[in-house]
Each structure stands twice: as C-alpha cells, then as structure tokens.
C-alpha cells in the first residue's frame, strides 16, 4: 500500500476507541498501584511526627530519606509505566495491526522496566520529570506534569531584564532538549536499544528529519486544535449563551445570601429548577468531554510519534488496514450512554439541593503583605492605615533583631535594596538603624525610618487591624519569641496578631510555652501531610494550596492561609476557595475580584466550582 493511502487521521479515528478504553482501565489500575504507594510516601515523611518543609528538612537525614527514594522511583516507574511506555506499545500494536488486549501491553510494559534501571535512565527521567514540564514539549507523567516556576520566584525573575531574558533563554534552550530526545523510548521500547544510546539515537534522528517532524507536529497541533474549538463551542458557548439568555429571565431575589436560609424559598419558580438543571447538566457533561478529549489527546500524540518513528526508521512503509468493531468498541457505545443519563439523573437531584451543593461563601480575610502591599512603601507604618483603610483583615509584617537586642522591621537580611547600606540588623544598633533612611518603594521619592516592633504594635492597635509577626531571619529564636510575647501581652493584643514564621523549632516553643497565641507555618514545599505540624494555621505557597491540602488542614482543626497571591487567577480561585485568609500585595485586585464574584450567576458558580477558575 502506498503512503499515501495511509492517512493520520484515518488512523487516529479508528484507533480513538481502543485509546480511551486503555485510558478507563488505566484510571482504575493507577487508583489501585499508584495511589496506595502515594500513601506510603506519605506515611513515611510524616513518620518523624511531622510533615518534611523546607523548614525541617533536616529531618530527612536519616533512614527515611533512603526509604523515600525507593518509594520515589517506585511511584516514579509505575506512572512511567502506565503513561509512557504502555501508550507507545499501545501505539505500537495499532500502526503493526496486532490484536494485543490492554493487559497484555501493560504486562509487556511492565517487562521492559529494567531496560531503564542503568545510568542513563536516569537521565531520562529527569528529562521526563522536570525538563519537560519546564519546556512544554516532549514526553511527561502526570506525577509533574503541572511542575513550574512558583510565582513569587518568576516574579524576581521577571523583576529584571537581564535575568528575565536569560530565564527565557533557558527555556527555549529545554524545548530544543525536548525535541531532540523525544523518540528516546521509542528506541528503547521498540528496538530495545540501552538509554545513553537510545538517546543518542533520538538526537540523530530528529536533526535528521526536524522538517517532517514540524510538519507533522503541527498538523497535529491543527487537528486536535480544529476539534476543540468544535468541542469548546458545542458544550461551551452555545449552552452558556443559551443559559444566560434565560438567566435574565428569571425573578429577582432568589440567590440566597449570607443571612438567608433554604427555607425562606419554598416556592421557587420552575424557570430557577429549570436554569439551574440547565447549568448543572451543562457543566458536568462539558467537563466530562473535555476530561475524555484531554485524556484521549495524550494517546493520540503517542500515535502521531510512534508513526513518525517507523516512517523515520523503516524504509518498509506502514499499512493499515480496517479492523472490525470488536468488544472495546460497544464497551465505549454503552459508557457513552449511560455517562450522559447519570449525569442526567445527578442535576436533577441537584437543581432541588443547588444551595446544600454550592453554598454560598464569606468572602476569604485578606492580609496586606508586607503592611499595606503596592499601596504603601513596604513594612511601613503608613501601610497599616492604608490596609485597615481597604477593609483588610490583617497586615504582615517581618521582624528582626538589632545587635543591641532592639526589634525592627525589615524583610531583607540586610539594609542594601532600600537604603543602601549593605550591613544586616544584627550588625547595627537602633540608633544606627533609626539614621538609614528608606528610599518608599512606592516611587513617591520619599525617605523613611525604618520601624521598630512597638511602633509598629502601636499603630496595629490604634487601627484595630490584626497583625501576622513573622520573627525572620538568623535572629529568629527563643529569645525573639518571648521578647515579642512579652510586647504583645504588654498592649493587651494576644488576640489580635499571628506569630509566623518559617522556623519550626520557634513555632513549636511558642505552641508549648504560649498556647493562647495563634501560630502559623509558612511553608512552600513539604513531604507528608502539613497538617501535622505544630501550628495553629499553615500557610501555604499558592501552588501548594491544592484542594486536597487545604483538606487535610481543615480536617486537622487548624487554619490555612496562601502567599502571595498576586494574579488575577490565582486572586479569583482563592477568593472564592475555602482558605481561611490570603496574603496579597495586590489590594485593589482583591477588592475588585471579590466584586466580580458577588455578580456572578448561578450558572457561572457552578462552573467555577466544578471545572475551576
């Protein structure tokens, strides 16, 4: 048969059925090996007592780091396992026509696991576990597949030219990495060739044929993009328009509040049932497709791969021929049946018990970094003003000691970036401190002192605005601990501050000598369940704060707050989550997002809650 008569999409369409099967029994089969070894990792890093952050880690110099990198790499190669080499031999069997059952791959696959196990796998999966996700391009698991900069690096990153341009340079440099390595398991897979080889194999190839590659990589991009703006515009714009339109239809008046309760509504009109069904059923049957469209889309690109291979490494060319529908085939007709009719059935249900679903929220406190965020100079008395000014719960602040045992407050270990004075807290007395003069980071051109604590508790209490003290840098110890306490008992404000820190051996003393004051945790990366740490709130790293997280907090008793969210995505999603504060240096976003939340439509909660913001 000629090239030609062998079309992609012909292949893809007839394959699209098998893809998704592999893909439901794959789901079921992760849940069973993956998620109890999740479990076990846990386990193990909480075993101390604890979660391991990068405030303890410490802790993992000893038998359990040993243990975590076994359960690691086992995690690690079965989701390889599963979402790498299966696909590529799933792929495989449909290019060559061979009837071959979905255990079978997964057996064969699970078989070729120790062609991977010599030096130079492991380059290939820190190709796979964190080059990939940082370029976007080339062969991932979904163990990292969301693995990115964090907003509060990028942020320092793109705070100057020169490294904003070498970060993007860097990036670029990956993408290039990822394409030139990314036919390395099909040459270990396929012709079972050793990794280091395998490698050298794929870089060959693609120098070699870069222009097919492109070409047939962006029809790709062209195709699944033609079929989502079909999907998007079927399941998204045409339901939402249709919605709305009927949204405006509707009596005033009917959306519970804060203080009204289910009851007050007994009699609701049937156009209210009838929007919210609509809006239920619209939602879960677009999250469902897209989930089936996501899902299927990594196979299909497998597919696109395995046959660029062949084509590049085969001077036979490939032929394809119609199998007939077989068992997988009305499998999927039947689950496409009754996925549509149980969803159905579940916003009926929903439409009656729509308020017991997506109740209503209070809005998230807010917690102005560093005193009063972009509106004030940084860790000013005049950012308290302007934070208890724009309804703020809370201001954050940070404390350090001076060399005569004075508390100031200042973020940086030294003085250069606002005063220029390159010389720490800890080397300086208050009067030394109190001559630098801060050039306001606001750009206002003008020059400020630097605080000390008792001014800044003052002005707290004077405005009646809570106060998070986080007790920073090497001065932050036993004694900063007491000597603040004994400040805030002196103005009567246990009640209203936070003691924060990123120091758990601080919190811990505090928790066992000074139980009435709250604590928090900052963290921005831990191993186990946070929620064991010894802190009344943890607070979270935005990429951090996951919903399983916050949970697992919640379920603990305990608080949790998110830093430092400065997105309008990040600011819309944990606005509308259920933390229980966010510090921000973004006042006027928090303000105006939490505005676009109170006018949003039942439809567009749902949507919110159910697929994300």
């Not at 292949?11 to 439901?24: D, G």
């Not at 194999?201 to 693609?206: D, T, Y």
């Not at 549509?340 to 017991?356: C, H, K, M, Q, R």
């Not at 051996?505 to 066992?512: M, S």
Request: glycine share 6%; hydrophobic share 45%.
């Amino acid at each position: 048969m000629k090239e030609k008569d062998v079309r992609f999409v012909r292949i893809l369409l007839r394959a699209l059925p098998e893809m998704w099967f592999y893909e439901i029994v794959t789901g079921f089969l992760v849940g069973l090996l993956v998620l109890p070894v999740q479990k076990a990792f846990r386990l193990i890093a909480t075993s101390s007592g604890s979660a391991i952050t990068t405030a303890n880690i410490g802790d993992l110099l000893s038998w359990r780091l040993a243990v975590l990198i076994v359960v690691g790499i086992i995690q690690v190669l079965l989701l390889s396992v599963t979402e790498i080499s299966a696909p590529i031999y799933l792929c495989d069997s449909i290019i060559r026509q061979e009837e071959k059952g979905i255990f079978a791959t997964l057996k064969k696959a699970f078989v070729a696991v120790p062609r991977f196990l010599k030096p130079g796998g492991i380059l290939i999966f820190l190709y796979v576990l964190i080059l990939v996700p940082l370029a976007g391009i080339g062969i991932s698991i979904s163990l990292t597949e969301d693995f990115y900069i964090p907003n509060f690096i990028q942020s320092v990153i793109d705070s100057s030219l020169v490294t904003a341009i070498a970060f993007r340079a860097v990036i670029f440099a990956l993408m290039i990495v990822g394409v030139l390595f990314i036919y390395t398991f099909h040459f270990i897979l396929i012709d079972n060739e050793k990794p280091l080889k395998a490698m050298a194999g794929s870089f060959s190839l693609v120098k070699k044929n870069w222009k097919t590659f492109l070409v047939d990589y962006i029809k790709f991009l062209l195709i699944w993009g033609v079929i989502y703006l079909v999907f998007y515009i079927i399941f998204c714009v045409i339901p939402f328009n249709l919605l709305e339109d009927l949204g405006e239809t509707l009596p005033t008046g009917y959306i519970l509040g804060p203080d009204q309760l289910l009851e007050d509504y007994t009699e609701l009109d049937e156009a209210v049932y009838a929007y919210r069904f609509g809006a239920l059923i619209s939602t879960y049957i677009e999250k469902y497709v897209f989930s089936v469209f996501y899902a299927v889309g990594n196979s299909a690109f497998f597919l696109m791969l395995t046959r660029q291979y062949y084509r590049f490494t085969r001077e036979e060319k490939e032929s394809f021929v119609l199998k007939p529908k077989n068992f997988r085939h009305r499998i999927l007709t039947i689950v496409s049946v009754i996925v549509p009719f149980v969803l159905l059935i579940v916003s009926l249900f929903g439409a009656v018990f729509f308020n017991e679903l997506y109740p209503y929220r209070d809005p998230v406190p807010v917690v102005a970094h560093r005193t009063g965020g972009f509106l004030s100079s940084e860790n000013s008395l005049e950012g308290i003003d302007i934070a208890s000014e724009h309804g703020c719960y809370a201001c954050e602040t940070d404390i350090q000691r001076t060399a005569d045992g004075y508390y100031i407050i200042n973020h940086d270990s030294d003085f250069k970036r606002l005063t220029g004075v390159a010389k720490k807290p800890g080397e300086m007395t208050l009067s030394e401190i109190k001559e630098l003069k801060i050039n306001d980071t606001t750009g206002s051109g003008d020059l400020l002192e630097v605080p000390t604590m008792e001014e800044l508790l003052d002005r707290g209490k004077e405005d009646g605005i809570v106060l998070y003290l986080e007790l920073k840098g090497v001065s932050a110890d036993e004694r900063m601990a007491d000597d603040v306490i004994a400040a805030v008992r002196e103005r009567d404000m246990t009640d209203d501050v936070v003691i924060i820190s990123l120091k758990l051996d601080v919190l811990n003393y505090i928790e066992d000598n000074y139980p009435e004051f709250e604590t928090g945790a900052l963290i921005f990366s831990s191993l186990g369940d946070a929620s064991n740490l010894k802190s009344d709130m943890i607070i979270m790293e935005e990429e951090m704060a996951t919903d399983v997280n916050i949970d697992l907090v919640h379920q603990a008793g305990k608080k949790v707050g998110v830093w430092t969210v400065n997105t309008y995505e990040s600011m819309y999603h944990f606005r509308d989550a259920t933390v229980d504060a966010i510090i921000t240096d973004d006042l006027i976003l928090a303000e105006d997002v939490q505005k676009e939340l109170e006018e949003r439509t039942d439809l567009v909660i749902v949507e919110d809650r159910t697929i994300g913001n």
